[in-house]
């Protein structure tokens, strides 16, 4: 009787398409968010973020103050309304993979490793960014 070796890294087949592998549709609602909707999302979530770093309180450093209101935007609109306000914007929505609400601190983590950048330029097949595997969210078109 064979025995079967255990499953290595890589042996995974590939999907057919993002988000197959989580159960999600090849497209239309609910199917993984496409990288243009994700890119004019956090154009939109950077832009509100600067207004306020920029015009209100400028100073030496308002590049700090953009990343710190581009994370409280994050934050606060994540587990409220479901998505930043650029994803609400653009027809998308943040969920956990397990199902039911996101809570709070899936955004938290999300958001600390989004404005680490690195993280989201690292994409599995089922393009999820590195900070949405960590937080265990995926973001869908809604």
């Given at each position: 009787?064979?025995?079967?070796?255990?499953?290595?890294?890589?042996?995974?087949?590939?999907?057919?398409?993002?988000?197959?592998?989580?159960?999600?549709?090849?497209?239309?609602?609910?199917?993984?968010?496409?990288?243009?909707?994700?890119?004019?999302?956090?154009?939109?979530?950077?832009?509100?973020?600067?207004?306020?770093?920029?015009?209100?309180?400028?100073?030496?450093?308002?590049?700090?103050?953009?990343?710190?209101?581009?994370?409280?935007?994050?934050?606060?609109?994540?587990?409220?309304?479901?998505?930043?306000?650029?994803?609400?914007?653009?027809?998308?929505?943040?969920?956990?993979?397990?199902?039911?609400?996101?809570?709070?601190?899936?955004?938290?983590?999300r958001t600390l490793l989004l404005v680490l950048v690195i993280p989201?330029?690292?994409?599995?097949?089922?393009?999820?960014?590195?900070?949405?595997?960590?937080?265990?969210?995926?973001?869908?078109?809604?």
């Amino acid at each position: 009787m064979p025995t079967q070796s255990p499953q290595r890294f890589g042996d995974l087949a590939p999907s057919a398409w993002p988000g197959e592998r989580l159960g999600l549709p090849e497209s239309g609602p609910s199917s993984v968010a496409r990288p243009g909707r994700r890119i004019l999302a956090i154009i939109i979530d950077w832009a509100l973020a600067a207004l306020p770093a920029y015009a209100l309180i400028g100073g030496r450093h308002p590049e700090l103050w953009n990343i710190l209101f581009f994370a409280i935007l994050q934050i606060v609109f994540i587990p409220t309304i479901g998505g930043s306000i650029g994803h609400r914007v653009c027809g998308l929505r943040v969920v956990p993979i397990a199902g039911g609400w996101v809570g709070p601190w899936r955004p938290a983590v999300r958001t600390l490793l989004l404005v680490l950048v690195i993280p989201v330029l690292v994409w599995d097949s089922d393009q999820r960014g590195f900070h949405d595997k960590i937080a265990g969210t995926v973001l869908i078109r809604s």
